[in-house]
């Protein structure tokens, strides 16, 4: 028996060897997996990380698996075989609310630690917009609105169990209970705001600066503690508040990151994190992604092991709040 163990262990370090001194084999296609429909700002993400690892010889390609809130994506990935050639482009929902709010998410199969980060990929914020014509310019003005007008507080938001933040944030506020509209993603979001048939929404700064910087609609609130920052590069008099800075269990930015199935070799980890960090150095690369309104890309496994996890506590502070 123990001369079995002694050759399955030779076995397994050869293999890790192997994978780590020639990965990625020329016949093999690494998985860029995204839970979303090509378009928005992780897609785009998607298509920069395959043309890097093309620039390298690498064969990738993207595979979109959207639906259930990333769950499907995420399902996927989790279970894929831990050698590399899967990798996720992961972002807000699907390791912080989704696995706080599990007891409402169903067919989820993963947990936080069914994943290994690879690198960050950086934030952006989520603002409160309101359409044009609704009376409110600030975010006083909103809340007086909807203390008055309860039956208008409609509110578009694209995941479900990240949208409890929003039930949270308008307790702590003494606002209504908002009647949330979930879309399947922030096009559907943005055409019914800017068409005047939801009120309001909370979406990326990224779908919303184009609307906003043509003057179509009003952005009043913003939801992370640095989003303020990033809006006023658009509009340096923007008139918003960080919510979070009201209520520090609301900072919750627009985040992204790479990540592969969890027991993935360190030494492939490693490789794909300095091919990226040593890429994301070159315009080439990081022009589309800096005018998304996304900052701070690139580090450590680390340093994104510390985000998903200051968040996925967010989450659970939350979670225990509302039950």
């Not at 990738?60 to 959207?66: E, F, R, T, Y």
């Not at 259930?68 to 929902?93: E, M, R």
């Not at 990240?162 to 509209?181: S, V």
């Amino acid at each position: 028996m123990k001369q079995i163990v002694i050759a399955l262990m030779i076995l397994i370090n050869s293999v890790v060897a192997m994978a780590s001194g020639v990965w990625p084999a020329n016949d093999k296609t690494i998985e860029i997996v995204v839970p979303y429909p090509p378009g928005g700002a992780t897609d785009k993400w998607g298509r920069v990380i395959n043309e890097i690892f093309s620039s390298q010889g690498w064969k990738s390609v993207v595979i979109n698996k959207p639906g259930a809130d990333t769950v499907i994506g995420s399902n996927y990935v989790a279970s894929a075989k831990p050698d590399g050639y899967t990798v996720y482009v992961g972002g807000n929902g699907f390791i912080d609310a989704n696995i706080a709010f599990k007891q409402k998410a169903p067919g989820i199969e993963y947990t936080e630690n069914s994943f290994a980060p690879i690198i960050p990929l950086g934030a952006g914020t989520a603002v409160l917009a309101v359409n044009k014509d609704v009376p409110v310019n600030n975010y006083q003005e909103f809340k007086q609105y909807v203390r008055k007008n309860p039956e208008k507080f409609n509110l578009g938001f694209w995941n479900s169990y990240t949208a409890n933040i929003f039930y949270e944030w308008a307790k702590k506020e003494g606002l209504p209970r908002p009647n949330i509209i979930f879309y399947k993603g922030s096009a559907p979001q943005v055409a019914d705001l800017l068409g005047g048939h939801i009120p309001f929404v909370f979406d990326t700064f990224t779908a919303m600066a184009p609307h906003y910087e043509a003057g179509k609609i009003k952005i009043v609130a913003v939801l992370d503690s640095k989003g303020v920052d990033i809006v006023k590069k658009t509009n340096i008099n923007a008139n918003i508040v960080s919510l979070a800075k009201i209520h520090g269990l609301l900072d919750v930015p627009i985040w992204y990151g790479l990540y592969a199935p969890a027991n993935t070799p360190t030494e492939i980890i490693l490789q794909i994190n300095q091919v990226l960090n040593t890429a994301l150095k070159n315009s080439k690369y990081t022009d589309d992604i800096n005018s998304l309104h996304i900052a701070n890309f690139g580090g450590t496994p680390q340093e994104q092991q510390q985000l998903q996890t200051r968040i996925l506590n967010n989450m659970r502070n939350v979670a225990k709040n509302l039950d």
